[in-house]
């Protein structure tokens, strides 16, 4: 099972940027296609919204990849 922590870990991490490259990307095309103000609003609060949920992202399969995961807590006195 630690193993599989450990290579969710990695897929977690490696999905965050490019979570956030396929975003801007479509923001890109999106604003490119459509260049009205209405539309940049609407990417650009997408995109300030899913940034920091990506870097959150990316610090889980972190941590996950490090194995910090490897042995959780079963009482709260394990804490």
Known sequence: ???????MGLVW???GPVAI???????AAEIKARP???TKI???VFIIVFVPISIGMMI???YALKGEYSQL???SEDL
């Open 42 to 44: 609407q990417w650009g």
């Open 73 to 75: 807590p079963e009482r």
């Open 36 to 38: 009205v103000i209405d």
């Open 21 to 27: 490259i396929y975003l801007i990307s479509m923001a």
């Open 13 to 15: 991490l490696l999905l």
């Open 1 to 7: 099972m630690n193993t599989v922590k450990r290579a």
């Open 60 to 62: 889980f399969g972190y």
